[in-house]
T-cell receptor, first 115, second 111 residues
Framework: DVKVTQSSRYLVKRTGEKVFLECVQD?????MFWYRQDPGLGLRLIYF???????EKGDIPEGYSVSREKKERFSLILESASTNQTSMYLC??????????????FGSGTRLTVV | GEDVEQSLFLSVREGDSSVINCTYT??????LYWYKQEPGAGLQLLTY?????DMKQDQRLTVLLNKKDKHLSLRIADTQTGDSAIYFC???????????FGTGTRLQVTL
């Protein structure tokens, strides 16, 4: 069964900490995405990657960075966590080219609380 | 860029039909999707429709697409309590691999 795995379901971190959220996919997909989900705001794209070592900013990249050293792994980094980054973080992947019938495959999400 | 809008909440009685609506702005969107998110989980692809189709039916689900009005709807027949979830509409941009998501519609099914 193909899937996208996010390393943690729940995380609690302190303000100012550096936080790593890991995402691994086993479908050999070229594209990977990080979203955050907040009530009433839907899904907002933070960063995405079309290939190894390649990254592009999404709609809300401030306060975040990403790393894609291997095709299957896409990491989201909060350089200095703040309380307004408390959210649900969702990773997704898709094959290269136009998004087709398969759409995105999502991970189960990481609920991050910054205290 | 693409903008996708949905109402935030819908309440229906068990056994009734649910209709969740969505509007989008980019007329070049090639695929339109419906995702379902159950509490505490990620998004699961429910169904999709290609832009040259008007309707697609899949068991209890019917997707209607009005390209002229850029309006998409998802009808769930015989709604069950297990259908309670957040439903997201998404549209593919014209030449990229990115999807733009709506805010999600929370469907509440009452007995």
């Amino acid at each position: 069964d193909v899937k996208v795995t996010q390393s943690s379901r729940y995380l609690v971190k302190r303000t100012g900490e550096k936080v790593f959220l890991e995402c691994v996919q086993d479908m050999d997909h070229e594209n990977m995405f990080w979203y955050r989900q907040d009530p009433g705001l839907g899904l907002r794209l933070i960063y995405f990657s079309y290939d190894v070592k390649m990254k592009e900013k999404g709609d809300i990249p401030e306060g975040y960075s990403v790393s894609r050293e291997k095709k299957e792994r896409f990491s989201l980094i909060l350089e200095s966590a703040s309380t307004n980054q408390t959210s649900m973080y969702l990773c997704a992947s898709s094959p290269s080219g136009l998004t087709g019938a398969g759409g995105y495959t999502f991970g189960s999400g990481t609920r991050l609380t910054v205290v | 860029g693409e903008d996708v809008e949905q109402s935030l909440f819908l309440s229906v009685r068990e056994g009734d039909s649910s209709v969740i609506n969505c509007t989008y702005t980019d007329s070049s969107s090639t695929y339109l999707y419906w995702y379902k998110q159950e509490p505490g989980a990620g998004l699961q692809l429910l169904t999709y429709i290609f832009s040259n189709m008007d309707m697609k039916q899949d068991q209890r689900l019917t997707v209607l697409l009005n390209k002229k009005d850029k309006h998409l709807s998802l009808r769930i027949a015989d709604t069950q309590t297990g259908d309670s979830a957040i439903y997201f509409c998404a549209a593919s941009t014209g030449t990229a691999s990115k999807l733009t998501f709506g805010t999600g519609t929370r469907l509440q099914v009452t007995l």
